[in-house]
């Protein structure tokens, strides 16, 4: 019968003193083993009380991704997915796993997602190296991504979704006007309009007072500026109010004609008056202010423009065909622009409605926009009207439009939609905030820097989930050049090829059991880097390769490790593995006696194999000496690694190897003839390997208390230091595995070693 009694649940004693609670062999402990009392002291000396019973200490999730492409014919695109943004150069992405696309292959693969990740970066390359990558949510177990789109074939009366942006006449034709002209009365100072009548500004003169228009209503009158109008300041009115054109008048500036507004003055069309400017005629100033709105009525522009401001109410709408110049467009709500020439502004109100079928240029534009097929907008910046922007702006483009913000674009509030046939593209330097952002069709995004944490799902990245984004010159959309599109964009080359680096999964040991230790999970530390050569024309797994480095023995015992292959009948040669020992070390040196590993070990129900058989040896070391924890530090670039192969080739019906199928354990001398195991607790239904011991009643009384875990990059605690003390969330995270999961993202600086 154990003597249980007395223990003392103190780890700090059990440290010093070396004490055991099952020092008996382990056929006592078959024969007179008390489950109940064992639970009890298990319970008393894990570091953490009423552990989750659910929990499997598991750090990661196997998920599956499927993603599919359509590109060019005939290219094939290579595929990887990232923990982080890859086109962050301040980001150091990992790669979870990579294969190859093409329109006619799809890469369907399961990969290793740590837990905390709640999205993922997809990445498509082509052979020239340009690569554009897609932000997805992996809420689900199967995450569908889909670059491009598959093109719907052309034909006569096919939809397009494309808008259409109208061309329109001038409300009169010159021929008209100058018909009308023979019998205009020439304007005279302060004059009162009369009904249904044409005056003129004649070529060669200039008028500089302003008229009386209210008689006229709805019979409509001609005002026709063949000579110079130089309209009155605010104060020559002689009026308290300032007077503006009334109803039913239409100033048209005729070919030659010039209208110019002085300065802190406006010219104002109220009700149903109308402005229309011909081509060679100029209208500059200060400001225009189209208050005609009400009455429908099609301000029209195909002469040249240069103001100050530019004032539209409330339905107020301008058509321009030709070259405008203004600094400010002021508008009111469901004020339209329509331009099919050049439009260039300074800055504008957020109620703007410009849309732009030709060319656009901004330093700050604010409002909303519509471009039409083959149309360009430049801006520096894109809704800044006020630091945070506007909320709800509108951006809609048509097929080979594209959008250019130089500097800063603030997407929080605003909507984009883009074509669902063709590309647009949109072109933009830092991205401040994407908060409620929202997009459909298809848009290329070329960003040179998010201004938001991209890996925080909860915030502004979660709405730029799905978009298509690229570093700048790499969107695979050709626009060719025009007056309406400027240079246009020409896809250029990507950079050289990166070699990105698999995730690393740190596993970590405690060395102690059957007995609790001291829980600094340090005892043993091994990085594994999972990576994975799949064919590039059937995306079938042709190897999978283990990078295992040692990182740390903190303990003074001979420590090796195995890796198990939870996969049932893969029989030799399918399951081929291959050793590669590194920094000058032999086969021999991984196994080197006295071992308690070999480096074949088993093909039976489970393929089983040794990874090295001392690690203090390894590390060139005795086993007197707790390694890389605090007290005896090896140089890094001593620290053993070993790269296992593992091979499937040829087996198509072989998934790939995925953590959780590689179990890899730590083995040391036990109480009788076979070493004793520490798997992680996600394999503990699988026992010990054939040639080890896990004490099964034991395993039984610990429950799902572990001494073993494994963690993405982790840092582990320095030498004695618990890993509830290193990481003051992790005793939540034990308590309930659904709260506090990125723990090991908030290590206690002082309490880690690296
Ligand atoms: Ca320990
Ligand atoms: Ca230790």
Wanted: include cysteine; hydrophobic fraction near 35%.
């Amino acid at each position: 019968m154990m003597k249980l009694k007395n223990f003392k649940p103190h780890l700090v004693v059990a440290i010093a003193t070396g004490l055991f609670l099952f020092n008996s062999c382990t056929e006592n402990l078959k024969d007179d083993f008390d489950l109940d009392k064992a639970k009890e002291v298990f319970d008393e000396t894990f570091p953490i009380k009423n552990v989750d019973p659910n929990h499997d200490w598991k750090t990661t999730q196997k998920k599956t991704i499927n993603v599919r492409s359509y590109g060019d014919v005939g290219e094939t695109y290579r595929i990887t997915v990232f923990d982080s943004n890859p086109l962050d150069t301040k980001a150091s992405a990992n790669m979870l796993i990579h294969g190859y696309v093409s329109n006619s292959l799809v890469l369907n693969t399961p990969f290793d997602c740590p837990t905390i990740q709640k999205s993922v970066f997809v990445m498509r390359t082509d052979s020239k190296n340009r690569s554009i990558v897609k932000h997805v949510l992996v809420d689900d177990n199967i995450t569908n991504v889909t670059f491009g789109a598959p093109q719907v074939a052309s034909r006569a009366n096919t939809r397009t979704d494309d808008v259409v942006i109208e061309t329109q006449e001038a409300p009169f034709s010159l021929d008209e006007l100058n018909t009308a002209m023979a019998n205009a009365i020439e304007l005279t100072e302060g004059v009162i309009l009369e009904p249904s009548s044409v005056y003129k500004i004649s070529a060669g003169t200039t008028f500089t007072s302003y008229i009386q228009s209210w008689k006229v209503g709805s019979n409509r009158t001609k005002i026709l500026v063949y000579g110079k109008w130089e309209y009155p300041t605010k104060q020559s009115s002689g009026n308290s109010g300032y007077l503006g054109i009334e109803a039913g008048v239409d100033i048209c500036i005729m070919p030659g004609g010039e209208l110019a507004v002085p300065t802190d003055s406006e010219m104002k069309f109220n009700n149903s008056s109308r402005l229309v400017n011909y081509p060679n005629g100029k209208i500059s100033g200060d400001c225009i202010y189209l208050a005609n709105g009400s009455s429908n009525i099609m301000n029209y522009n195909v002469g040249d423009i240069t103001l100050k401001q530019l004032h539209i109410d409330t339905n107020g709408y301008l058509y321009n065909c030709s070259t405008m110049n203004v600094e400010y467009l002021n508008f009111q709500n469901n004020a339209i622009l329509t331009n099919q020439g050049k439009l260039i502004i300074d800055h504008s109100s957020e109620h703007c409605v410009v849309r732009n079928n030709c060319y656009f240029i901004a330093d700050v534009f604010s409002g909303h926009l519509v471009l039409g097929k083959n149309s360009a907008a430049e801006f520096n910046k894109y809704n800044q009207r006020l630091s945070g922007g506007d909320w709800g702006r509108t951006l809609t483009m048509s097929s080979n439009s594209m959008l250019t913000v130089k500097e800063d674009a603030m997407w929080s509030g605003a909507t984009f939609t883009g074509p669902s046939n063709g590309y647009a593209l949109i072109k933009t330097g830092k991205v401040l905030g994407a908060n409620s952002f929202s997009h459909s069709g298809n848009i290329y995004y070329e960003v040179e820097e998010f201004g938001f944490d991209l890996n925080d799902p909860y915030n502004d990245a979660r709405y730029i989930a799905g978009i298509e984004f690229s570093k700048w010159g790499e969107a695979p959309l050709a626009i060719p050049a025009g007056d309406c599109t400027g240079e246009g964009n020409t896809p250029g080359d990507g950079g050289d090829e990166i070699e990105y680096k698999p995730m690393t999964y740190t596993y970590a040991f405690e060395d102690n059991y059957p007995n609790m230790g001291d829980y600094d999970m340090n005892d043993l530390v091994i990085d594994v880097a999972i990576d994975y050569e799949l064919n590039p024309t059937t995306n079938k797994p042709k190897r999978t390769l283990l990078n295992v480095t040692i990182k740390a023995v903190g303990a003074t015992k001979q420590l090796g490790a195995g890796l198990r292959i939870i996969r049932k009948n893969l029989n030799h040669p399918y399951a081929e593995y291959g050793i590669m020992s590194l920094n000058g070390l032999t086969i021999n040196d991984l196994f080197i006696a006295p071992s308690y590993f070999n480096s074949f070990e088993s093909m039976s129900t489970y393929p089983t194999f040794g990874l090295f058989g001392n690690a203090h040896y390894l590390l060139g070391q005795d086993t007197s000496k707790m390694l890389n924890t605090g007290l005896v530090k090896v140089d890094d670039k001593e620290v053993t690694k070993l790269t296992v192969y593992i091979w499937h080739e040829n087996r198509d019906d072989v998934e790939l190897f995925t953590k959780d199928d590689l179990d890899v354990f730590i083995g040391y001398k036990g109480t009788g003839t076979k070493r004793t195991e520490v798997h992680l607790y996600e394999f503990s239904q699988y026992g010990s390997t054939p040639n080890g011991e896990t004490h099964d009643n034991i395993a039984a009384a610990a429950g799902n208390k572990t001494w073993a875990l494994c963690i993405p990059n982790f840092r582990y605690p320095r030498e004695y230091v618990s890993i509830k003390d290193a990481y003051p969330m992790f005793e939540g995270w034990a308590q309930d595995r659904n709260t506090n999961q990125d723990w090991y993202l908030h290590p206690i600086e002082s309490k880690v070693y690296n």
